[in-house]
């Protein structure tokens, strides 16, 4: 969709724009306008006064009934009342210092109200609210046509109502071009038209035209979801630039009878794939799915040591500093002291120290490093590689296909690029989803690894919750750790990277805050001379790599963090954990943050928290996750719930994902439609070249995805 990607200042004014751009990130016109509607109301939706609890935001529709003007009591200044009604309750909204409303507030006009509803005197009140007066003349038929009219409720916030975006929408409707759609007409014809879509999601007349713009939209997603992946995977098969095509040979070999186990059948079949592809003559680009310890980390060492048998690079690329070396200190563990140092194994990250950094810097651009370990500060403009054949990236969920290509940039010939992820998807789904990887499943987990096991505890069984705390002191009696994950920092902060809060039912008390539990836990009598650490996001980086390594070392029998342990972090003692206010995390996020215990050969036991109601989809989620230890099944449920682009892209680590309408599970029919009608239109135009208005805005993507990338 080629939208105008002029900056909303220009067009809506400095106030309006800088709220839009604070309150939801809309920068652009194009940004705006694909902000979507959450939803549409129609009249009789919209809540009665009567029904409307104090302290929550409602919009009403309601008629003027008095308007009377007082001076405040012993202050200066005015108050404006004006009293509206729905013909059943009253409130009573009021205006500071406003008087001039007066003018069009008059007694039978009526509008839309949206506003936080307080109690002032035993009567409803709404201070400053928000309003759109429906014009005064209105006639019969008029009337009729508005009394249908869907109303769009935009995802909106404090700061920026929904009647503000629906209002700056409108201005930029008005003075928008048609827009340009980039997919050949034939291919849509049974659709309406892109820019009808586009004014149709915003302004739709009936709720047909609102369902008929959104079908439109949803395959505008597919289409240039499957383009990319396509165009994509063409690109790293025609490739004209040398690959590395490397063997397995010595190195491997004995890195393989050093091991102090045996391989399980599934790493030895995916090692040989990977060997495959390595020797293929094109990039690989291969997508490893498995559960949390089922020995990714090991497969993608054993690549990196193929890699460095020809003498090429390796670069292990994780999402944050404490994964990064994280990874790095368990593969200095797998490959030994010596082999190591051979192999130069190096960590680079942008906290590293000005000397260190350089000296690793140097490794890599002079080649002596063949594999390291680093987060995005490896793809800053000044890391050099001087031969990088392989790139690693943990977690998919991380880096998603947003972010695939532009790394792919970096290599000076295509390097292979090999994705692990712990959120395993349906082989079927995945098809779809990554359709330019190939993809392995490591779906066996080493043997001698213990199960995790699993309860959930609600705040309607204080006896249980007390029982949680003994249980934590009976493990570090025992020699073993504990992790107890919150879903905030401190009472300040909101939760971190919790799933889209419309999905969840509003808290009943305050959220487990990290920094506050940890102060809790010293003073809890149950766990004295019990040594307890904190981690969180806020921290700076030596003090989260300082508590990490404390943790690792046993000098810590608690820490209590936020999920910044989610991914990735290894450590075979702790085998409890303790989740506070569970139900706030989302279904993978927990199967993520649960399989770091369990990591040994001891049992693992997760203690998830809630205060969610006995029949609540909150409390729901939580319970399937501690049912099933089956990351397949649990994604799928996850997926029901989630948007495609949390699955994708970068929406998870910040970032604005292309895909919004789209659901990976419901709408796979009109995800394989699009797929097959983009396999047809490469097949016949490879290069793109009879449709260069999809190319553009194929390139376009991959740019917003460069930039994405480099700007971290
Ligand atoms: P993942 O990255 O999939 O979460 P890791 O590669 O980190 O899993 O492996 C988890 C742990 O299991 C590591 O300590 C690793 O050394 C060990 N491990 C890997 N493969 C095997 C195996 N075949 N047998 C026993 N232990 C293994
Ligand atoms: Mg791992």
Known sequence: MLLPQTKLDRLLGEKTAKALAKSLGLVTVADLLTHYPRRYTARGELTKISEIPVGESATLIADVVDVSERRMKGKAGHILEVKITDGEGFVTATFFNQAWRKQKLL???????????????????????????????????????WAELPIPIYPASANCTTWMIQRSVKIILDGLETVVDEIPEDLVSDLISLDAAIRQIHQPKTLQEAKDAIERLRYQEAFMLQATLIRSRLLSMNQLSPVREAKPGGLLEQFDSSLPFTLTEKQVLIGNEIAEDLAAGHPMNRLLQGEVGSGKTL???????TIAESDGQSALLAPTEVLASQHYQSILRTLGEKRAAELGLTLLTGQLATAERKSAMLAIVSGKAKIIVGTHA????????YDLGLIV??????????????????????????????????????????????ISILDQLPSGRSPIASHVVTDSQPALVARVWQRVAEEVAKGRQAFVVCPRIDEKDDPEDIIESDLLDTPKRPLAAATLVAESLKANPILAGLRIGLLHGRQSSETKAEVMAKFTNRELDILVSTTVIEVGVDVPNATTMVILDADRFGISQLHQLRGRVGRGSLPGLALMLTAAEEGSLALERVKAVAETS?????????????????????????????????RVLKDQPIIQKARDQVLGLFAEDPTLEKHPNLALSLDLLDQARADYLTKG
């Open 299 to 305: 497969v993608a060492v054993r690549a990196m040591l």
């Open 107 to 145: 007694p039978g006009s009526r509008g839309l109200w949206s506003g936080k509803i307080g109690s002032f005197n035993g009567k409803l009140q709404l201070s400053h609210p928000d309003y759109a007066l429906f014009s005064d003349e209105i006639e019969d038929e008029v009337a009729k046509a």
């Open 393 to 438: 990236i943990d977690e998919q969920h991380r880096f998603g296909v947003e972010q695939r290509e532009a790394l792919r940039l970096k290599g000076k010939t295509a390097p292979h690029v090999l994705t692990m992820t712990a959120t395993p998807i349906p082989r079927t789904l995945a098809v779809t989803v990554f359709g330019d990887l190939d």
């Open 630 to 662: 089956d990351g397949f099944k649990l994604s799928e449920i996850d997926l029901e719930l989630r948007r495609e682009g949390d699955v994708l892209g970068a929406s998870q680590s910040g970032g604005r994902s292309s895909l919004k309408l789209l």
């Open 378 to 385: 490896l793809f800053a403009d000044k890391v050099e590689f």
